[in-house]
T-cell receptor, first 114, second 111 residues
Framework: DAKTTQPTSMDCAEGRAANLPCNHS???????VYWYRQIHSQGPQYIIH???NNETNEMASLIITEDRKSSTLILPHATLRDTAVYYC???????????????FGQGTILTVHP | SQTIHQWPATLVQPVGSPLSLECTVE??????LYWYRQAAGRGLQLLFY??????ISSEVPQNLSASRPQDRQFILSSKKLLLSDSGFYLC??????????FGEGSRLTVL
């Protein structure tokens, strides 16, 4: 997987937007950016992924810079239940032996406080 | 819709005892299946993956083995547990190259 860099921890007030950055300066042209989160004592949960365009789903929005070297996951209205470790992952190109074999780094510990 | 289940959720085993964790997937056929482990305070590590019945690939040398006797069943085993086998074990299936769906996890404590 391409190397990603995330802040170790972040805080956010409940109801405010949480913006989680990720640097992936070595990303290749056909590699996607994936985001997961892991709530304490649970398995990771897939959130969203994108290639070059911004993406939005019911959980979050993903903003990818034009040069694709960084991205930001946005939780528009954070709640206490969004407190978790958030992982930014760039798997090796689609298909091939890397399919589904993800490298989870240390991620960002997001704490949402009242 | 697809669901994934694994069990047992929690177990405490003595050193040297055997281990069997089971994972089943529903709602999809011929899924790619994975076993990950998360040691205390550490990130997830891929242990095994399978692209089909009887096809197992190991990512790291270890005291564990995996088997896939049926299309939607994935089993993690050990003949003799070590203290270092303690951790949170997660089964997953993939819906795409980077899209994994994980089970609830099995927390193993080896004493």
């Amino acid at each position: 997987d391409a190397k990603t860099t995330q802040p170790t921890s972040m805080d956010c007030a409940e109801g405010r937007a949480a913006n989680l950055p990720c640097n992936h300066s070595t990303i290749s042209g056909n590699e996607y950016v994936y985001w997961y989160r892991q709530i304490h004592s649970q398995g990771p949960q897939y959130i969203i992924h994108g290639l070059k365009n911004n993406e939005t789903n019911e959980m979050a929005s993903l903003i990818i810079t034009e040069d694709r070297k960084s991205s930001t996951l946005i939780l528009p209205h954070a709640t206490l239940r969004d407190t978790a470790v958030y992982y930014c992952i760039v798997p090796l190109g689609a298909g091939g032996t890397s399919y589904g074999k993800l490298t989870f780094g240390q991620g960002t510990i997001l704490t949402v406080h009242p | 819709s697809q669901t994934i289940h694994q069990w047992p959720a929690t177990l405490v085993q003595p050193v040297g005892s055997p281990l069997s964790l089971e994972c089943t997937v529903e709602g999809t056929s011929n899924p790619n299946l994975y076993w990950y482990r998360q040691a205390a305070g550490r990130g997830l590590q891929l242990l095994f993956y399978s692209v089909g019945i009887g096809q197992i690939s190991s990512e790291v040398p270890q005291n564990l083995s995996a088997s896939r006797p049926q299309d939607r069943q994935f089993i993690l085993s050990s003949k003799k547990l070590l203290l270092s086998d303690s951790g949170f074990y997660l089964c997953a299936w993939s819906a795409g190259p980077g899209e994994l769906f994980f089970g609830e996890g099995s927390r193993l404590t080896v004493l």
